[in-house]
């Protein structure tokens, strides 16, 4: 077996927003990854499930993994053949210590790759309201590390850099930042020139503090700033109230869940995560194709006028379901199609197929009536959908004396891959909202969270049918006017909305 490769990857400040396409293209084809603590779960969330994870970074006491102990997890893994990623939060050459890692895979000839991260020095100010440079304030940058070595004082040239007159980002210096401020007096700046102090930069829990050298310390000790923090000093400070974009979000400072299966989390996730809310992907029910092929031939001797679509995952069981067969769509060449919603419709449309009816109102009694309203009652219709399909369409046609076939083409599992961490958030009050887009996301929520009181969030749901499931556990529901998810995130956004 050959020699495999490390990737060193700047996995950036905070979600997978700001991870470059390059490191993502890497984290994909990943077999191991070794992170770092200020790696967020968000891009973790962006590994694949059958990739090994090493978590190298420091937890609560425990002490982190030394450095010599990394350098060797990689150059092993690397010779056991694997695809390795080093990931690192913010950018990998800047105080990441990426430098001496590449020096011993080098020395042990392993080969390596480079791929820059946005750094948090320039985007957490860029967050903040604050553009590192400015041409009426300074030229230049300057980053500085204010750690210091244990029991040791800074090692800061003060003198030096106040006489740059540039922009000074500190990083790691919040626990120092009493020590900073006073070195930068002392060392002749002026008391009032404008400073930040900027925590969780470009996340959606960022808080910043903006003042002056002299008030600092006091401001950020009064409102807790805690690591991990950074410190700019310099006139373009005071931009930060007038730029001040990101808070501006009208989502900002929100924790919402989004609970629906993986295939088709992403749509809702990224339009939550471009309003700022801080989204916890969860997936709570997936689906898994699944035909009874005797039924179903047999089913397909008839001729149909209507196909009757469900939810759009109802459209790719369709397809698995004829091939199952050994047949395709063609079979239904002479159908009409009739689907729940915009989304299904849209999902058909993949096949290149229009659908015919859509109901105003997404949900299976809408579309029960229209079925009824809208056809020849010697029509003949066959529905293809889940193993547990709500029985109103079924009886409404019944009761109609319309002709139909029901097959179930797929089945829908729960699962839920951050229990602990969404039962202690829910306890903590920490989550404002958990999005369910169907009845069985609900329930797949509850089975696998199952705690005693769901009422200290916003149960955001796609429809009447959903919201009911929700009540029926005692959660504080707001539904969507339409049934889509643009529609859901209306709902949040509305202005004096207190979720
Ligand atoms: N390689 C990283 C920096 C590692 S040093 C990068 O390029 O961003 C760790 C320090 O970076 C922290 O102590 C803190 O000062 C800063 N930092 C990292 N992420 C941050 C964030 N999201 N917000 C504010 N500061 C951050």
């Known amino acids: 077996m050959g020699t495999g490769k490390v990737i060193l990857v700047g996995a950036g400040p905070s979600g997978r927003d700001l991870l470059t396409l390059k490191g993502f293209s890497a984290l994909q084809k990943a077999e191991v990854v070794v992170f770092d603590r200020l790696v967020e779960q968000d891009i973790l969330d962006c590994i694949p499930i ?44 800047l105080f990441g210590r990426g430098g001496e890692e ?40 300057h980053i500085i590390t204010a750690h210091a070595r244990a029991g040791k004082k800074l090692e800061i040239d003060f003198e030096s850099l106040v006489n740059l007159r540039g922009t000074l980002v500190f990083l790691m210096g919040l626990s120092a930042l009493e020590q900073i401020m006073q070195g930068l007096l002392n060392a002749g700046i002026s008391s009032n020139m404008p400073a930040a102090v900027i925590e969780n930069g470009t996340r959606p829990t960022q808080r910043k503090v903006i003042s002056n050298v002299l008030e600092i310390t006091e401001e950020v000790r009064n409102v807790g700033l805690k690591s991990p923090a950074l410190i700019v000093v310099g006139e373009v400070c005071a931009l930060s109230d007038k730029l001040d974009w990101f808070a501006k979000q009208p989502l900002y400072g929100k924790t919402v869940v989004v609970t629906r299966p993986q295939e088709r989390i992403g749509t809702l996730s990224e339009k939550l995560r471009r309003l ?34 469900t939810s759009p995952a109802g459209v790719s069981a369709m397809i698995t379901a004829l091939e199952k067969v050994g047949k395709d769509i063609r079979v239904f060449y002479n159908c009409k199609f009739a689907v ?54 079924t009886t409404t046609l019944s009761n109609a004396n319309i002709d139909f076939t029901d097959i179930s083409t797929y089945k829908t599992e729960y699962c839920c891959n951050k229990v602990e ?61 339409n049934a889509t998810i643009d529609s859901m995130i209306d709902v949040l956004i509305e202005e004096d909305n207190n979720v």
């Open 102 to 141: 590449c020096e011993y895979l080098f020395e042990n000839n392993i080969p390596f790759d480079v791929v820059p991260g946005v750094t948090s020095a320039i985007a957490a100010p860029a967050y903040a309201g604050i553009p590192v440079t400015h041409r009426d304030f300074c030229s230049s940058v």
């Open 421 to 481: 961490m969404l039962k202690d958030m829910i306890k903590n009050n920490s989550i404002n909202v958990v999005t369910f887009t169907s009845a069985s996301t609900v329930i797949g929520f509850v089975n696998s969270i199952d705690i005693d009181k769901y009422n200290n969030f916003t149960a955001l749901c796609i429809g009447e049918q959903t919201a009911q499931k929700a009540k029926s556990y005692g959660m504080n529901t707001k539904v969507a006017k």
């Open 50 to 93: 059958t990739a090994e994870k090493i978590d190298v970074g420091k937890q609560n006491n425990h002490h982190p993994v030394p450095q010599e102990q990394i350098n060797q997890i990689l150059a092993n893994k690397a010779k056991e053949g694997k695809n390795v990623v080093r990931l690192k939060g913010g950018d990998c050459f």
């Open 276 to 309: 700022g809310a801080n989204v916890i992907e969860c997936p709570c029910i997936q689906t898994v194709n699944a035909v009874d092929e005797n039924i179903f031939k047999k089913a397909l001797t008839k001729t149909y006028d209507y196909i009757v679509l």
């Open 340 to 393: 729940i919603g915009e989304g299904t419709a849209k999902e058909l449309k993949k096949y290149g197929i229009n659908a015919d009816l859509i109901p105003d109102i997404y949900d299976s009694k809408h579309l029960a009536d229209l079925l009824v309203n809208s056809i020849n009652h010697q029509s003949s219709v066959l529905i293809l959908r889940a193993n547990e399909g709500s029985k109103e369409l």
